[in-house]
Structures are given as structure tokens and as C-alpha cells.
């Protein structure tokens, strides 16, 4: 029986081989249960297409980036420069990874501090894939025909402007995408951004997640694509608010993919 | 012939000249009371966003309607200063009309010009009156607008009205006056708006209608000259500042946070890594993050005085729209008016920045700072390229470095940060067990 490979760069360095592309798995693709499922797609995908690749593993840390939000510089660069350390102890060249937090980070932030890596997210990663014909989707799977919208991570549109390619991997699908009228560089935030994933929200009329659920259930979408751990987080706990659960599902776009090609 | 209406005129220009000098000299020495930041790079660049966002006004547009109106303000405020000109020559030469005799038609075809765009300034400003005190639009008629900031836009906007009606009287008398041979008058071939006009002063006699036409001629010359002091008190500023704004914009991807780098230094050394700036002894830093205006950089604060209070940054601001302290906009004023606080009474002689007061605790208060979920939606949304969240995130910084005041459960994620790797309180061994599964799994 042929198992799933899910090498790390220290076992490839010790028989001597450098992987094309780290996947950078994240803290909440590590430890989320529900974006582990993530994770594990994202893996099946790479295997699958035959891409030569690595994780760090136990060797990873959180790139930093909520303690750098949150005002804490010194923690951030304390977490950054070990993983630069550890990334270019490696030789690391190129990274993937599903968080636009750490593809943010790592991108824009880790030059400064000597980590010079390219860097892409996963969307970017599967609309390559796709586009080169590697990736061959069934088309017919679950998907097909429904109404699906996309909500833009605010670290991966506004903050990178990156705002295609997560459309095109959707769109690949045979689904009909239909748009929040918030959307793109005019996107609402789901309000987790800036390290609100680790406190309580400030006193107010209302929670962010549930304005931006509500505008997305409105467009009557059967499925919300994200391409964000605390987005996914985010809205799911908006559907459930309004008890929704039962037919909207929220989904992170390798998910999708791996479903559609039946692995 | 009197040479004293010439010598009044050169008195009120000299008189505006030294005011708006020293307006100048006071805001510049404000903004630098802001950290250097050099941001001379990229030049072309900086060229083409200044071109397109402040001349072009390209991010106006993502909000027709206000667009449409304040183009027809901006273009007629350009065009109608080429008509300012004239009166300026005229006013020191005594002369009247001064370019009429030279450009014959083209000039009766630039004054109608004129005119159609005083008429478009006019229904503009009544338009925007109506937005903010009839139609009360949200983001015009919020809390922090209450007091001098409402009544400073009512005040623009009415002086700009009664601006245009000195040039449409000045028109419709002067045409009068010159169909009935007054010496110095000038007849043109017709001008339209003004003509419209015209019967309120057909009755007047000579005498009367020269004291008008000499009042609005006056009124609108003194009428700018004043408006250009009132600018530099007010929000309206932007009409200069725009165009330095968007040049020193940031051309960085928005996501990314500035480093500091006085604490890669420390992290260097507490790392045991050899750099050169880690063997120097470390610099005297002043202070981590921002407290007051001071410690923000000199961009912060010139994208406060640019700052023209729209709010499209608030009515986009997700924790605004949920009814959160935070609003982007009165950051920027908050800024501005702690700015201005500092600077008045360093003039005065006062302690300035030494008074006691901050711009964090006295104007920005931590619970708006700690609001902000860093979407960048105000710094998409703001038509002149200010940054609000770079201010927010500088305050942070001063909170969690200095004060070690970041909230209860921020300061718990610092925990399992520095403990475990990661925000959340997990054995770092762990970290790979998400893979166990999939690893005895069969490939499909």
C-alpha cells in the first residue's frame, strides 16, 4: 500500500535532498481541528500533482505575526529570526503556504530581518496548478452548478493585492460564483485580522463575523470558499449563529479541490 | 487718476503674503515635529501616484455621485485661479480687464467658461450642504464631527458659494456698465450665466452699479486671499497637502509593518548572532512605539493635516460599521488636534509637548486602538493615500513595549508564545501530529 509522503526538510537534508517548495503549515493548520482537515487536503493535493515538497514539522513556530498586530515587536522578531535561522539553514527557496497571515509575514516581513524567501499562498499555488494542467478536476463532483461565494482574507486582498487567483480556483470548479457586494479591496473584514483571534471583540452593536456572514448568506451562495484559518473560523461560527449549518457550508479552497478530484 | 485703490491692493496682498508665510512656517515645524522617515525612493512612482490619485483624483471614483461634484469643485478651483490672475495684474496695474483687448473672443469664451464653472461650483456646494445638513449622510454627521469640524465644512462650502455670486455680480454689472459706455468698461460678446442676472441692475444708475462692480471685484480678490489664510486653520488644507500626501504615500505592499529596527538589534544579541550593528553599543532609544505625536513619523502627521474629514475610512471600518469606539477618521484628527495643541503652545511659550497630555490616553483611548482588526479597508479606502492603521499600530506598540498594557488575553497569547511557539497553549511537539493520520493512509 502506497501511504501519503509528508516528508520534513530535516529528514530530505539528511538523505541529501532539497525539496522544491516548503509548505509552511501555520499554528492554526497545525493545531486547529478544523483547519488541520485543511492541511491534510492541501498535503493530498501535493502528492497527488507529484510536487516535491517538505514541512518543518516540529521545527516550525508561529511566524509571529499576531504578537507584531498586537504591539509586541520584540516576541515578533524573536519568533522571526528563529525561523529564519531555521528556514535558511535549510536553504529554503520557496514557500506555500494556506495562511495569509504567515504568507504576509514571511513575504513582506522576514526580508527586513534576512529571511528572503518567494513566497505564495496556496490559492496562487492550486491556480498554477490548474492552469498547467496538473491538477485534473472531475468537474461533475459535488460543486457543480451551485452558487458559491468567495470571501476575501483582508492579508491576502487588500494587504497583498491578491484577489484573482482564489476566484480562479473556484471558478475551475464549474460553480457559479456569485459575489458578496463587498468584495475584492472593498471586502469587509471577517474580524479576526490584527490578533482579534485571540481576544474577545471591544464593546459594540455587534460582531464582525456576523455582518459579513449575514452579507454573504444574502447572496444565497450554498457554500462560502475561504482561504484563511481565522476566516474559516470566523464565518463558520457566523453560519452557525444563525443556524444556517445544516445548508451552508464554509470551505477553504484546497478543500474543494481535493473533493473535486476525489481524494 | 488715484493710485490708491492700487496701493490698498498691494497692502492686502502684502498683508495675506506674510500671514500665510507664517501658517506655513507653523505647520511645517507641526509635521516635523514627527520622526525622520526618508521615503525619496522610487521617484517615477511616486510621480505617477501623485499624478493619478491627487490631480487625477482616481480613488474618488470609488464613490460616484461625491465624485462628480467635487470634480466639477477641483476642475473649476484650477481654472477659475487662471481668472484670479487677471485680477491680480489688474490690481497692481490699476488696469481693468487686462488680457481683453489681447485675446478678443477666446477671452469672452473663457470668462462664459468661468462662469459655467462658477454655476457648477454653486449647485456643488448647495449639493454637499444638502448631503450633510438635510440628507445628513452617515459618515458627515457623525459624533466627532460635532462642534468646529461641522461648522468648518458648512463655512467652506459658504464661502465658495458666495465667492462664485461676487464673480457672476461682478460680470453682470461690468457688462452693464460697459453697454452704457462707461470709460473703462469693456463690452465682450455676451456672457450667459451672468446675463441671466442682469435685470436685477438694469434700473440702477451709473454710480450705483460701479460701486457694485467695484464691491464683488474686491470681495472675490480679498474674498481668496482670506479663504487662503481660513485653509491652513482648517480641514480644507487637503487641497495643497493632497498632492506632497500622495507623493510620500506608502508604496509598500499595505500589509507589511514597518521594522523597528533598534529591536533587532537586542533580539540579535539575545540570539547570540554576530551582525555589525549588534557588536555597537545599543543607541539610546527614545521610546518603543507611539505615545504622542512625536514619536509617530513626520508622514503620520502630514496625513493628519491632509486629512479632510470624508470618513470613506470610517464607513468602511468593520469595527465602525459594528459599532465599535474606533473610527479611523477621528485618529487622524485626534492626531492633527494633539499636533496642534503642542504646537500653539510651543508659540505661546508653553511647555508644548512637555504639558502633561498625550495623543494616546488624552485624545486616542486604548479601547479604540484595540478595536482594529488591521484590514486595511481605511488605508484602501482614504482618496489622498493616509495611513491611519500605521498610527494605530505605532500605539500598540507603546502599549504592549512600554506599558505592558495590551489586554488581558493578548498578553495571554504572548504567553503561550514565547512558552510553546504558538498563540495557543499547545505542546510544540505536537505540532506535526496532524500528519499521523495521513501517513499510514493510502494514496488515492
Not at chain 1, 143 to 171: M, Q, W
Not at chain 1, 175 to 202: D, N
Not at chain 2, 68 to 84: K, R
Not at chain 2, 414 to 424: R, Y
Amino acid at each position: 500500500m502506497s501511504t501519503y509522503k509528508i516528508p520534513t526538510m530535516a529528514e530530505m537534508a539528511s538523505s541529501g535532498e532539497n525539496p522544491e517548495i516548503l509548505f509552511w503549515v501555520g499554528c492554526a493548520g497545525s493545531f486547529d481541528d478544523r483547519y488541520k482537515a485543511v492541511t491534510q487536503a492541501f498535503v493530498k493535493i501535493l502528492n497527488k500533482v507529484g510536487v516535491s515538497f517538505a514541512v518543518l514539522g516540529p521545527e516550525e513556530a508561529c511566524t509571529g505575526d499576531p504578537a507584531r498586530r498586537a504591539g509586541n515587536e520584540f516576541l515578533f522578531q524573536m519568533q522571526a529570526v528563529a525561523n529564519i535561522q531555521v528556514m535558511n539553514g535549510y536553504n529554503v527557496k520557496k514557500v506555500v503556504t494556506a495562511c495569509p497571515h504567515c504568507f504576509n509575514t514571511i513575504k513582506n516581513e522576514y526580508p527586513a530581518l534576512g529571511g528572503n524567501y518567494e513566497v505564495i499562498h496556496h490559492s496562487q499555488f492550486l491556480q498554477q496548478l490548474i492552469n498547467e494542467g496538473k491538477v485534473a478536476l472531475q468537474g461533475g463532483g459535488e460543486f457543480k452548478g451551485k452558487k458559491i461565494t468567495f470571501h476575501d482574507s483582508c492579508f491576502l486582498g487588500r494587504a497583498n493585492d491578491v484577489y484573482e487567483a482564489p476566484r480562479d480556483v473556484i471558478k475551475a470548479l464549474d460553480v457559479e460564483l456569485v459575489e458578496m457586494k463587498r468584495c475584492k479591496t472593498k471586502g469587509l473584514c471577517c474580524g479576526a485580522g490584527g490578533a482579534q483571534m485571540f481576544k474577545e471583540p471591544e464593546n459594540g452593536k455587534k460582531d464582525i463575523n456576523i455582518e459579513r456572514t449575514e452579507e454573504a448568506l444574502s447572496t444565497g451562495a450554498s457554500a462560502i470558499a475561504v482561504g484563511c484559518p481565522f476566516c474559516l473560523t470566523m464565518m463558520t461560527d457566523g453560519v452557525k449563529n444563525k443556524e444556517r449549518e445544516h445548508d451552508v457550508k464554509v470551505y477553504d479552497l484546497a478543500e474543494m479541490i481535493a473533493k473535486d478530484m476525489g481524494i | 487718476m488715484s493710485i490708491l485703490p492700487q496701493l490698498i491692493f498691494l497692502l492686502v496682498f502684502a498683508v495675506a503674503g506674510y500671514i500665510l508665510y507664517k501658517r506655513v512656517s507653523y505647520l511645517r515645524r507641526n509635521i516635523f515635529l514627527g520622526q525622520k522617515e526618508d521615503r525619496n525612493d522610487q521617484k517615477d512612482q511616486r510621480w505617477k501616484t501623485m499624478l493619478l490619485v491627487a490631480l487625477g483624483q482616481k480613488k474618488m471614483f470609488k464613490r460616484l455621485g461625491p465624485a462628480f461634484l467635487h470634480l466639477l469643485i477641483y476642475v473649476a478651483f484650477i481654472i477659475i485661479n487662471l481668472e484670479v490672475l487677471e485680477f491680480i495684474i489688474d490690481g497692481f496695474s490699476g488696469q481693468h480687464r487686462i488680457f481683453a483687448p489681447f485675446l478678443g473672443t477666446v477671452y469672452t469664451v473663457a470668462m462664459n467658461m468661468f462662469e459655467f464653472l462658477a454655476i457648477a461650483v454653486l449647485v456643488s456646494c448647495v449639493a454637499f450642504l444638502i448631503r450633510r445638513n438635510v440628507m445628513r449622510v452617515k459618515r458627515l454627521s457623525m459624533t466627532e464631527l460635532k462642534g468646529w469640524p461641522a461648522l468648518d465644512a458648512n463655512l467652506i462650502l459658504i464661502i465658495e458659494i458666495v465667492l462664485m455670486f461676487a464673480i457672476l455680480t461682478m460680470n453682470a454689472t461690468d457688462q452693464i456698465l460697459a453697454e452704457r459706455g462707461v470709460e473703462k468698461y469693456i463690452a465682450l460678446q455676451g456672457l450667459f450665466f451672468s446675463g441671466l442676472i442682469q435685470p436685477i441692475f438694469q434700473g440702477m444708475s451709473d454710480g450705483t452699479l460701479v460701486f457694485i462692480e467695484r464691491f464683488a471685484w474686491w470681495f472675490h480678490i480679498v474674498g481668496i486671499l482670506a479663504f487662503a489664510v481660513y485653509v491652513t486653520y482648517s480641514k480644507h488644507l487637503h487641497i495643497f497637502l493632497a498632492f506632497p500626501n500622495t507623493w510620500y504615500s506608502n508604496l509598500k505592499p499595505k500589509g507589511e509593518m514597518k521594522n523597528m529596527e533598534e529591536v533587532t538589534n537586542e533580539v540579535n544579541m539575545m540570539l547570540g548572532i554576530q551582525t555589525e550593528a549588534s557588536s555597537e553599543p545599543p543607541a539610546e532609544i527614545a521610546r518603543f512605539g507611539a505615545k504622542d505625536v512625536n514619536d509617530l513619523s513626520w508622514v503620520n502627521i502630514m496625513n493628519a493635516y491632509s486629512c479632510t474629514e470624508c470618513g470613506r475610512c470610517t464607513a468602511e471600518c468593520p469595527a465602525n460599521i459594528t459599532g465599535k469606539k474606533l473610527s479611523p477618521r477621528k485618529i487622524m484628527m485626534d492626531v492633527r488636534d494633539r499636533a496642534e495643541e503642542v504646537g500653539k503652545s510651543l508659540d505661546a511659550g508653553g511647555p508644548g509637548l512637555e504639558d502633561g497630555k498625550s495623543l494616546l490616553g488624552d485624545y486616542t483611548t486604548k479601547e479604540e486602538i484595540n478595536a482594529c482588526t488591521s484590514c486595511n479597508a481605511c488605508v484602501e479606502a482614504c482618496p489622498v493615500n493616509i495611513d491611519p492603521l500605521s498610527i494605530i499600530l505605532q500605539m500598540r506598540r507603546y502599549v504592549a513595549m512600554e506599558e505592558s498594557g495590551s489586554p488581558a488575553q493578548w498578553n495571554a497569547m504572548f504567553q503561550n508564545m514565547e512558552t510553546s511557539f504558538s498563540p495557543w497553549k499547545f505542546a510544540p511537539t505536537d505540532r506535526f501530529n496532524w500528519a499521523d493520520h495521513l501517513k499510514n493512509e493510502e494514496a488515492k
